[in-house]
């Protein structure tokens, strides 16, 4: 954002998070009080939600806001260890400020988790304020450059127009007064949304560098006595990379869907109308969870695709991967994500199909189901015919897979019961199944969004390989999780036979425009910031120019010689 393009900073929070929240849940009057100096860095903020000992379960935070309506103050205090708040970007030495997440205690009842603007450390001098133990949380496998903290309270007290009270408000007398939505709390679909583009970028970013240094390298032999290859010529590396390059389009696309569902059901819940917020707590936290595994995994497979050179940092890999990997765990751990998805949406929406109701948005398949399940079945049953070359047909496959990994779910849940397991633990003997059926639904959204994406694209020559690209990803899906599809009856092994043969004929075809394909996500070398990805391809010289720059190249003989290795000569 600020100082490194793409990297991690100290000030992601304030940026990220402490404005956003602002400008979600502030009133007007907090607005002036604390936006505008938060604009202009005078006030500089972090999101201090996740506890040393709990982050997934809010309800299990231990932080309280007690409220004293004596002096008209809020009590913020910590009272365990693990209340703690731990992990929070920049809290350790460079907000002043920290939006605190508290048990909200007013008239001797607690009313959950609440939002508080706590200052944290003095305006000019940046000395800790009293009652305030703050700093940072150590070295961790990456983000080095983030100050992230911990932030004990001992009994501080802030004003009462410090509690965010867009929603919820307290009156001065100590009256809670509830929001209009008890779910407009939770917040958070924000940065979930926003993370869907941010797998898009690490994709495009990891793919760019494999292909064009794929395209450099040449190793090997394919026929004896001719030069070696390009590495890109080899089918198995193809196949490594193009599903990639292929996924880093169709995120691309879905991240934009995103930011404009967000932006479109944000503004109805401004508006007062919060019948969406279902569908794009859902979609935030189920896409979040699907692409950011699947990038996550993607960028290993760039890095590795890259050889001994893909582990040397100048490849840019090993650190796209430490600074993208947390995003399956913050905002949200991914399997807990999933299970949000799964349980508090499309189960749900299924039994309501199930008993005749007309479900909208992404989940408007399972009306689609709930129907065929009434109808009579073919008596041959079995797969229908599969078409490798339709995309829309495709479509239509991961939707009856989506929705028949939903209905297995949801039986499974039943049939718990029946065994006599109370509802919590028959939800718990069904979370695998959870996960899988939210992990189908999101597919079939991205592949839905990636076709319903070739419509808009005017451009005969863009529309071609475009299509091409989307064949591949769902193809290449299907293929992966062909278990899922055989086990619907939506496959047969015949079928799963042809569609790894069309995977080959569209990794050939997509061989001419590979790299044209990854610079036109147009990502400069000052945002690549790799060797082997450069965009002449002077992958060696440079290499050597900065291996030379090592700063154990600053002498010929390192001074460890004559500490170290010759005394130890010596005494052999
Ligand atoms: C410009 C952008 C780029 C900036 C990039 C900045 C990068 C910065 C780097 C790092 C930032 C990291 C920041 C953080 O990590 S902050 C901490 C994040 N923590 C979490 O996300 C915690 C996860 N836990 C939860 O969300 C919840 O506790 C829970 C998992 C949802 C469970 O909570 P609970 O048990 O209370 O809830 P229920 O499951 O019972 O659900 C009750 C009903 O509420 C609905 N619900 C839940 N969450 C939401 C939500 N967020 N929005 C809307 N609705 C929600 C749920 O569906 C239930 O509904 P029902 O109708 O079934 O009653
Ligand atoms: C780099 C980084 C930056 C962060 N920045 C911030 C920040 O700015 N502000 C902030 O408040 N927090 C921040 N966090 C904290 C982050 O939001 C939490 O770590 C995250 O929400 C996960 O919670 P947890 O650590 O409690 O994991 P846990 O919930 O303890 O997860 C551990 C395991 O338990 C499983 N599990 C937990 N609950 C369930 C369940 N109900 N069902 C099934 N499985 C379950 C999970 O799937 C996981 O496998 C950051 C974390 C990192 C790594």
């Not at 497979?301 to 913050?330: N, Q």
């Not at 398949?365 to 495709?394: I, K, N």
Request: net charge neutral.
């Amino acid at each position: 954002s600020c100082v490194h393009p793409d990297r991690p900073e100290p000030l992601d929070l304030h940026l990220g998070m402490f404005l956003p929240t602002l400008l979600n849940q502030a009133t007007p009057e907090q607005m002036e009080r604390f936006f505008t100096p938060a604009w202009n860095l005078r006030i500089i903020g972090t999101y201090a939600q996740t506890e040393m000992g709990h982050g997934t379960h809010l309800r299990g935070l231990e932080t309280t806001a007690t409220f004293d309506p004596s002096t008209q103050e809020f009590v913020l205090h910590s009272p365990t260890i693990s209340s703690i708040k731990w992990w929070p970007g920049g809290l350790g030495k460079t907000s002043n400020h920290a939006i605190v997440l508290a048990q909200l205690h007013t008239q001797g009842r607690c009313h959950g988790l609440h939002a508080f603007i706590v200052p944290i450390r003095d305006m000019d001098t940046h000395v800790p304020l009293p009652g305030v133990v703050v700093g940072d949380i150590g070295p961790k496998f990456g983000f080095s450059e983030v100050d992230n903290g911990f932030l004990k309270l001992e009994h501080v007290r802030i004003p009462l127009d410090n509690m965010l009270m867009k929603f919820a408000k307290v009156e001065p007398d100590g009256t809670y007064v509830k929001p209009p939505s008890a779910k407009l709390t939770y917040g958070m679909v924000f940065i979930r949304s926003m993370i869907v583009g941010q797998s898009a970028l690490a994709l495009a970013k990891s793919c760019t560098i494999a292909i064009r240094y794929s395209a450099v390298r040449h190793q090997s032999e394919l026929r004896p006595g001719e030069p070696e290859p390009q590495i890109l010529n080899y089918q198995t590396q193809q196949h490594k990379l193009f599903p990639v390059l292929a996924a880093a389009y169709a995120f691309t696309f879905v991240g934009q869907y995103m930011k404009d569902t967000y932006r479109r059901i944000s503004g109805d819940i401004h508006a007062g109308d919060y019948s969406q917020l279902p569908e794009l707590h859902a979609l935030s936290a189920g896409l979040k969870a699907f692409t950011t595994w699947a990038a996550n995994a993607a960028i290993e497979v760039c890095r590795m695709s890259c050889g001994g050179h893909g582990y040397s940092r100048s490849s840019a890999l090993p650190d796209i991967y430490v600074e993208f990997t947390p995003t399956c765990t913050y905002e949200g751990e991914n399997t807990v994500m999933m299970l949000q998805t799964a349980s508090r949406y499309l189960v749900k929406s299924y039994r309501q199909a199930s008993v005749g109701q007309r479900l909208q948005g992404s989940v408007s398949y399972l009306s689609e189901a709930a129907a065929q399940r009434l109808r009579p079945r073919p008596v041959s049953g079995g797969a229908a015919p599969l078409s490798t070359q339709d995309l829309l047909s495709l479509v239509h496959l991961y939707q009856r897979r989506a929705a028949s990994l939903v209905e297995l779910a949801a039986k499974s849940i039943q049939q718990e019961l029946q065994r006599g397991r109370s509802q919590e633990e028959a939800w718990n003997h069904s979370s695998i199944d959870l996960v899988r059926a939210s992990d189908a639904h999101c597919h079939f959204v991205v592949v839905k969004l990636f076709v319903d994406k070739l419509e808009q694209v005017d451009d005969a020559a863009v529309k071609a390989v475009l299509s091409t690209l989307a064949l591949l990803y769902a193809l290449k899906g299907l293929a992966d999780n062909s278990g899922d599809f055989l086990q619907a009856g939506l496959l047969t092994v015949p079928q799963a036979t042809r569609v790894s043969a069309r995977i080959k004929e569209l990794l050939e075809e997509l061989r001419p425009d590979a790299v044209a394909l990854v610079d036109a996500f147009d990502l400069n070398d000052r945002k690549l910031n790799s060797v082997l990805g450069r965009y002449d391809g002077n992958v060696y010289e440079h290499l050597y120019e900065w291996a030379r720059q090592s700063p154990l190249n600053a002498t010929e003989v390192h001074e460890s010689f004559h500490k170290y290795l010759k005394p130890l000569r010596s005494r052999l």
